[in-house]
């Protein structure tokens, strides 16, 4: 069973950009679909992005689509969320999930390994 860390979050100005990754300790990582949720204050956590593992095929939320880019670098068990053009609304606890040899979903239930979460603060 792998171990998430989340990490990267920080407070950037609107129109920023930010890197965050998720760093899995354990074997197998390769085999492991991963997604990003964010929960904002007073919401519900949500789906951002996902990378699959069988053929490193994407999908994204329409909120962030154009501007997030998900990728996974699976010699160093990392996966990265690239996020540009920040916006206020992107303000949140963005935590990493991970399920094994699973396709991509886009809810809460679909993935059994979580980070702890990593604060994204955009400033206007």
């Known amino acids: 069973q792998v171990q998430l860390v989340d990490s990267g979050g920080e407070l950037v100005q609107a129109g920023g950009s930010l890197r965050l990754s998720c760093a899995a300790s354990?074997?197998?990582?390769?085999?492991?679909?991963v997604a990003w949720f964010r929960q904002a204050p007073g919401k519900e956590r949500e789906f951002a992005a996902a990378?699959?593992?069988?053929?490193?095929?994407?999908h994204y939320a329409e909120a962030v689509k154009g501007r997030f880019s998900i990728s996974r670098d699976n010699a160093k068990n990392t996966v990265y969320l690239q996020m540009n053009n920040l916006e206020p609304e992107d303000t949140a606890v963005y935590f990493c999930a991970a399920r094994n040899f699973g396709r991509i979903g886009v809810n809460s239930f679909n993935y059994d390994i979580w980070g702890q979460g990593t604060q994204v603060a955009v400033s206007s």
């Open positions: 990378i699959s593992w069988r053929d490193e095929s994407t």
């Open positions: 354990g074997r197998a990582f390769n085999f492991y679909t």
